[in-house]
């Protein structure tokens, strides 16, 4: 057996370009189509519309133009403008930028000279020029490399810097974009840097009162007290409490959405307890004060540490190099700014303890219950013949594939058998229905416990406490197309919603899609997902295709199953828009039947025509003619 030779030869040196295509999730996370909202092609967005608000931070232009359409993103500020003669220089070479030793940019979003050069690097087409006192200078890229250097050109332009570009689909493969993921974005820009416009396609997109905005348009319902909106230098802190269960945080750092929070989020939910402990003068158990708060939390860091380059979660433990604990500075902070709003308030006071108190009380009813089921889980965690789990987990934060973790809930030991068979043991796990769950809309929290179903559910996700340990990424509810899987559909969507909203908000709940047709002949098989993609795919493969309609799960092969929850999976994410009320909806759709709903179904009734009777009936319409024009 030779051995392996280990000479110069093997010792590459790769270009920044084929570094960042080569390993493209150390500077944009998971690449992913666009289904979730931390996919790669919204980084891309992000990291360039990021430097247009540096611009405005530093006092240099007051709107950002933003257009999405058909895969193309375009980005117009109006700053100062790249000095022109490092257009192409600050898109093209790493750990190239104007921040590094300014004070001004000490607080700023993007630092590390690599975002642009990501996106350059990983786009089809990446266009940039930029404006300065009457001159522009243009270059276009394709991959990284430069494929025009445009000379300068006098332009009666304003100043500023513009940006296009077609991420590549060699390696974000069938991607769109979702735009209610990019309007959240834009919004959260918005409400951090308060007089800043974003125009997206068109739309004006601005904020007055910063994250007290946030937390008015976020919210579900009313608040029970007006929000608490407090600031000083480096923090700005908005909360009150609502009527949904669990707590919803939304926390940034120098304007980056830590959407999986970090040490300030951790830091803000220890000191809010502690300061209103001492307010009351009552130990107070630390969930009863946090249930229902709906909080955001916005920090300033002199060069902050985060988990990843993707910024998603912050890991300083102080405020500055050398200075303060990030602890001690926001527990500083509430201690003084809090105490003195309820101390100045004390209606707003009175009804927070009242919260507080109820929140007890509800827990203590729950605890003997709890128990029980938690002692029930336990049993069924060792033989529970419902869920088939994988072996990774996203609580294994030392498993790269802990972000593709999925949990399929299904339909009946049919449709999970498919599912069961095609699927990955490693990273995908089942969980299968007895039949149509309970409607819970109205209920109160004890049902989970109570129903075993539920509360097999939550142990399988370990959602009890908190969202901190939960072990997949992705809940996906896999039902079949019709009338039955659709209303098993919107039972489980109104537990998580009642419950859990958090799994829905964080962006943690999807919906599978699969094909109701296969069309095939004798050399290609072609599976639609709707009714146009099966018209089209009859006039492709021409006279008389084999079609097969799947009514369930259950129908489709497990071989042919593993296309469908493999490389080329179609999920639909489950997301709330600005203006939606969970409770508004659900009251809607799973309340009792109400006139409104009896009175949108009578309106909407529509016939639909049997088209693959009428497909059928064409097919040998035509196959008569081809007859009586050879018999002619």
């Known amino acids: 057996m030779a051995e392996n030779q280990y000479t110069e030869d093997n010792i590459r040196s790769l270009d920044w370009k084929e570094h960042i295509r080569l390993r493209p999730g150390m500077y944009i996370g998971k690449l992913g189509d666009g289904s979730s909202a931390d996919d790669g092609i919204y980084i891309l967005v992000k990291e360039i519309v990021d430097n247009s608000i540096d611009e405005f931070v530093m006092g240099n232009g007051k709107k950002v133009d933003v257009k999405v359409k058909d895969g193309k993103v375009s980005v117009r500020d109006y700053g100062r403008g790249i ?12 750990n190239t930028g104007g921040k590094y030793d300014s004070k001004a940019f000490k607080k700023s979003v993007g630092l590390n000279g690599v975002g642009t050069k ?32 445009k000379p300068l050109v006098t332009t009666d332009e304003p100043n500023g810097t513009y940006f296009e570009f077609i991420a590549d689909e060699q390696i974000f493969k069938k991607f769109s974009y979702r735009m209610p993921y990019l309007i959240k974005m834009f919004w959260n820009y918005c409400y951090l840097n308060r007089g800043l416009a974003i125009y997206f396609n068109g739309e004006k997109y601005q904020s007055k009162d910063g994250l007290k905005d946030l937390l008015e348009d976020n919210m579900d319902g009313d608040p ?16 009150t409490h609502g009527k949904t269960y669990g707590e919803d945080y939304y926390s940034f750092v120098n304007g980056q ?23 009351y003068k009552k130990d107070y158990d630390a969930s009863d004060i946090r249930q229902s708060i709906v909080a955001a939390i ?14 998603t979660k912050l890991g300083s433990q102080e405020i500055e190099p050398g200075g303060k ?24 006071a009175d009804t927070l303890e009242k919260k507080i108190k109820q929140s007890e009380r509800e827990r203590k009813e729950l605890s003997g219950i709890r128990k029980l089921a938690r002692d029930r889980a336990k049993k ?28 399929f809930i299904t339909e009946g030991d049919s449709a999970s058998g498919s599912i069961t068979k095609s699927r990955d043991v490693n990273t995908q796990a089942v969980f299968s229905l007895r039949g149509k769950p309970l409607n819970c809309y109205g209920l109160t929290k004890k049902i989970v416990y109570e129903n075993e179903e539920f509360n097999l559910i939550q142990a399988a996700l370990d959602i009890e406490d908190d969202m901190d340990n939960l072990r997949y990424n992705k809940i996906v509810i896999a039902t079949d197309a019709d009338v039955d899987g659709m209303h098993i559909r919107m039972l489980l969507l109104t537990f998580f919603l009642q419950f859990f909203p958090d799994l829905v908000k964080r962006n943690h709940v999807y919906v599978l899609q699969t094909p109701l047709f296969r069309v095939r002949n ?54 709330l828009t600005k203006d939606a009320s969970i409770e508004t909806i659900l009251s809607y759709f799973m309340g009792k039947n109400t006139p409104e709903r009896q009175d949108f179904i009578i309106e909407n009734l529509r016939v639909v025509k049997d088209t693959e009777a009428i497909a059928k009936a064409t097919t040998e319409d035509e196959s008569e003619e081809e007859q009586i024009e050879k018999a002619s």
């Open 380 to 407: 069924s965690s060792l033989h529970n013949k419902k869920l088939r789990d994988c072996r990774t987990h996203l609580t294994d934060l030392k498993d790269d594939k802990r972000e593709n973790s999925t949990l």
């Open 83 to 94: 000095p022109l003669g490092k257009v192409i220089d600050c898109v093209s070479q790493i």
């Open 522 to 575: 004798k050399k290609k098989t072609i599976y639609c997902y709707s009714e146009d993609e099966r018209i089209n795919a009859i006039a492709e493969l021409g006279k008389n295709p084999e079609i097969t309609r799947f009514k369930g799960l259950g129908e489709i092969s497990p071989d042919e199953f593993k296309h469908f929850i493999g490389a080329d999976i179609r999920l639909e994410p489950v997301f």
């Open 325 to 348: 604990s990030m602890r001690a500075f926001i527990n500083d902070f509430l201690k003084d700014k809090l105490d003195n709003y309820l101390h100045r308030h004390p209606d707003v």
């Open 224 to 239: 029970l007290y007006p929000i608490i909106h407090l600031e000083d230098e480096d923090i700005e802190v908005a909360f």
């Open 298 to 311: 916005a920090v300033k860091v002199i060069e902050p540490v985060f988990e990843s380059q993707t910024k």
């Open 118 to 149: 990501a996106v350059n690097a990983l786009s089809e087409y990446f266009m940039v020029y930029s404006v300065r006192d009457g001159q522009k200078k243009e270059a276009v890229f394709c991959r990284g490399e430069v494929v025009e250097d």
């Open 257 to 279: 959405h830590t959407t999986q929070g970090g040490t300030h989020q951790s830091a803000f939910r220890e000191s809010i307890a502690k300061v209103i402990r001492d307010f």
